[in-house]
T-cell receptor
């Protein structure tokens, strides 16, 4: 059974640019969550999508957005990049999210460096 | 709302010694608790989880954790550390109907 696949694994952007990250969940999983991981802030919740609808959202500015497609694949976009957006972005999938304590299965992450 | 506090951002133990990583939680509803491990340049991997029932939970790689409601703790232990245990460990909590909230992590170093 294939795991959670995130692309690209590494990318470098400059300030002001935008970036799109992709996440393919485990087959049959309908929930996709996104987290930002930085040394200073740890793991911060960005948002969760379930059946193409954003169900939960963390405390990030509107520059951070996401969407989910009918096949449950998800993308997140960050516009007008800032140096502080440099981080490891982790995607996690589960059958229905955290309802009933479903386990989140994480991908390997996309490491974004903003210069 | 839920929160997690991991005591000790860095822990060093000798190979073969007991590993103890501390986690205290706060939750307004009965919690679901998790421990994840992260190796360099990788995502998070589930070690174990507590939902309901038995308070001593066994996980992969010889790790276990005990849920103590009276102490609001969920400490992770392993009787004998191995070099391959060197990694960062995250405790996480959810009330079951919202996001998973993570602690700030504990980096475990194993001394040969």
């Amino acid at each position: 059974k294939a795991g959670v696949t995130q692309t690209p694994r590494y990318l470098i952007k400059t300030r002001g640019q935008q970036v799109t990250l992709s996440c393919s969940p485990i087959s049959g999983h309908r929930s996709v969550s996104w987290y930002q991981q930085t040394p200073g802030q740890g793991l911060q919740f960005l948002f969760e999508y379930f059946s193409e609808t954003q169900r939960n959202k963390g405390n990030f500015p509107g520059r951070f957005s996401g969407r989910q497609f009918s096949n449950s694949r998800s993308e997140m976009n960050v516009s007008t990049l800032e140096l502080g957006d440099s981080a490891l972005y982790l995607c996690a999938s589960s059958p229905t999210g955290v309802l009933g304590a479903n386990v989140l299965t994480f991908g390997a992450g996309s490491r974004l460096t903003v210069l | 709302a839920q929160s997690v506090t991991q005591l000790g951002s860095h822990v060093s133990v000798s190979e073969g010694a007991l590993v103890l990583l501390r986690c205290n939680y706060s939750s307004s509803v009965p919690p679901y608790l998790f421990w994840y491990v992260q190796y360099p340049n990788q995502g998070l991997q589930l070690l174990l989880k507590y939902t309901t029932g038995a308070t001593l939970v066994k996980g992969i790689n010889g790790f276990e954790a005990e849920f103590k409601k009276s102490e609001t703790s969920f400490h992770l232990t392993k009787p004998s550390a191995h070099m391959s245990d060197a990694a960062e460990y995250f405790c996480a909590v959810t009330g079951g109907n919202e996001k998973l909230t993570f602690g700030t992590g504990t980096r475990l170093t194993i001394i040969p």
